[in-house]
């Protein structure tokens, strides 16, 4: 029997941040491994080179064994290592977006029950420690990750053609979007929002 494991914010070191989600990837792909929940996997990352990536990529042959279908968003089309490819390579990706999704938090989404949200992309994991929720077992988390991913993918890939294979050279040369707002009623301003720690 599953129990319920709320959501837990913790503090991660710059050091162990990649370190922390390969474990927690790990775990979480050895439990799902006699589930037949969704093989649904969504990723909201910096860029190719964030630390959430280079740990789904310690994974990349479980990932495939397990049958899962994966969308990424990089927001920066930076450059990505030889096992960031190998986990992108047949993913459904989205590079060089809009600026401003930079104000958003890194996210990854496994299945119905599992989520990873991590501090705001304005904040270079490489170089600051980070806040970040760690959830395993709550499938309303799970469900919200999904669901703010499907929002941004359906913008952030407007203007250009879907990626399949996502190597560095189609990084590169990924064009930004341009996001459209939505009409305002007359006399309505846009509101302001702030996501920043």
């Known amino acids: 029997m599953s129990t319920f494991t709320p959501p837990r914010m913790h503090v991660v070191r710059k050091e162990e941040k990649e370190a922390r989600l ?20 969504t990723v909201l990352a910096r860029s190719a080179d964030s630390p959430v990536l280079r740990a789904l990529a310690a994974h990349t042959d479980a990932i495939r064994a397990a049958g899962y279908r994966i969308r990424v968003i990089a927001v920066l089309a930076e450059g990505a290592s030889e096992s960031v490819v190998k986990l992108m390579d047949g993913a459904a990706t989205r590079t060089g977006c809009d600026a401003r999704l930079l104000d958003a938090h890194e996210q990854l989404a496994v299945g119905d029950r599992v989520s990873w949200i991590g501090d705001c992309m304005r904040r270079e994991p490489t170089k600051r420690d980070a806040y970040e929720i760690y959830s395993a077992d709550c499938g309303e988390t799970a469900a919200l990750a999904h669901r703010s991913f499907d929002r ?28 459209p707002i939505a009409a305002l009623a007359e006399g309505e301003t846009a509101p302001v929002v702030s996501t920043r720690h």
Do not use: K, Y
Request: no cysteine; charged share 15%.
């Open 152 to 179: 941004l993918w359906s913008f952030a890939g407007l203007g250009q053609p879907e990626a399949v294979a996502a190597t560095p050279e189609i990084a590169a040369v990924a064009a930004p979007v341009e996001v």
């Open 22 to 41: 390969t474990a927690f990837v790990a775990e979480q792909l050895a439990a799902a491994a006699s589930d037949r929940a969704s093989r649904e996997m």
